[in-house]
């Protein structure tokens, strides 16, 4: 997303390109000098003949045409912004005598409006994934993320040291929360409630890796938002049965002639939601038909799928949770990243994407990030679907053939 503002930051230049005419620019990131895109607008005949002079003298190697210069001449450029991981419509602004590496910094980039704690710090084992990469990473997928977050109350695992250390559950908003973060209590509990992206940054500078949402808002009256159907397979190495699943219940609901998304979990399993108008039907009345849809896919598949709840009992079949899909009960929102050990994310897919190669490995935070700013967005209509969803056909269908029998 290319944004209407301009701001300004400082770069320390990196090479000069004879053939194209454009300056080099970097930041420091997580301690090293990183490129980030160039410029060749703004900068007059004599800022640009000195800094050619000074470039001519001091640089350290010439390949291609290009000549490479160590960090030490700063710069303000204006930009519009930084998207993949490149400047958008930079332009020189001013030579800085007085700044050091240390203001040229990656996290200026990002424009965030909270205040971001140690943003080097590394969150998992094999990755080099940082905090301020996870931070980003929030900024970049906020208009997709929030709207599944607006109005409910918010469960989250924290993970304080990354996957280095113990993580722990989090319901109840703690006493130093900034001003801007809503809160709702209920059951005595003062839960947060995410509506705008200062609280979600501040809640990705507390390493909160997964973010757990009802099915309702708070203002539904106990009625749900949307049904999920939680396909979960007895393993990661499992996962082709999710995708089985996963196919055979787009072929139950295409027959109902009911809209349905699928997002990989993140972790081994497929979801596949239903969204309904708002306040409109109740979890028994809902229930009546998602424990309709999983018996029938027991008796198409039963040596592949169960209902049963112990583990122990499944026998390595996919187990079709039903049961979760009731009041006060949580699902990891849309975008949401999970504490796993490549922190893949439960990304919303669009159905012809259900092949037998997908793995939820694909789903790194940079890919999804990428999708979404590609204009790959498959969950783009789901809220004005709601209103249009033929459920109660269904329902009454259901009801009359129970009273039949």
Not at 301 to 307: K, Q, Y
Not at 384 to 404: E, H, M, T
Request: hydrophobic residues 40%.
């Amino acid at each position: 997303m290319v944004g209407d503002f301009h701001m300004l930051a400082a770069f320390f230049i990196t090479f000069y390109h004879k053939v194209q005419d454009v300056f080099g620019v970097g930041v420091m990131k997580s301690g090293k000098p990183v490129e980030v895109g160039t410029f060749k607008e703004g900068i007059e005949s004599a800022d640009k003949e000195a800094l050619l002079s000074i470039m001519k003298e001091h640089f350290h190697k010439e390949v291609d045409s290009v000549l490479y210069i160590k960090p030490g001449i700063i710069v303000e450029l204006k930009i519009t912004s930084y998207e993949n991981e490149k400047l958008v419509e930079p332009v020189f602004h001013q030579f800085l005598f007085n700044k050091t590496l240390a203001d040229c910094s990656f996290e200026q980039l990002l424009k965030i409006p909270v205040e971001i704690t140690n943003p080097d710090k590394p969150l998992f084992p094999e990755s080099s994934i940082t905090k301020i990469d996870y931070i980003n990473y929030l900024q970049r997928v906020s208009p997709f993320l929030l709207p599944f977050l607006k109005n409910r109350l918010l469960t989250t695992i924290r993970y304080p040291h990354g996957l280095f250390g113990d993580f722990f559950y989090q319901k109840q908003c703690p006493d130093y929360a900034p001003s801007f973060v809503d809160t709702f209590y209920h059951e005595d509990i003062k839960y947060i409630v995410c509506n705008n992206i200062e609280t979600l940054l501040w809640l990705g500078n507390q390493l909160a890796f997964e973010l757990h949402i009802p099915f309702e808002t708070i203002h539904s009256e106990s009625m749900p938002s949307e049904i999920v159907f939680d396909l979960d397979p007895a393993s990661v190495d499992k996962f082709s049965s999710a995708i089985i699943a996963a196919k055979l219940l787009k072929q139950i609901l295409d027959q109902l002639h009911l809209h349905s998304f699928v997002k990989i979990s993140g972790n081994k399993g497929i979801q596949v939601y239903i969204p309904l108008p708002e306040k409109t039907y109740s979890y028994e009345e809902v229930r009546v038909f998602t424990e309709f849809v999983a018996r029938f896919m027991i008796q198409s598949e039963p040596t592949l799928f169960t209902v049963e709840r112990l583990k122990k009992n499944r026998n390595n079949r996919l187990y079709i949770d039903y049961i979760q899909h009731s009041e006060g009960k949580t699902i990891i929102s849309p975008y949401s990243i999970r504490g796993n050990a490549g922190g893949y994310v439960a990304c919303p897919i669009h159905w012809n994407e259900l092949t037998d190669s997908l793995t939820p490995a694909q789903f790194s935070m940079k890919e999804v990030a990428f999708r979404l700013e590609k204009g790959i967005n498959p969950f783009h209509d789901y809220f004005r679907i709601k209103d249009d969803q033929p459920f109660q056909p269904v329902l009454d269908g259901l009801k009359a053939n129970s009273q039949r029998l």
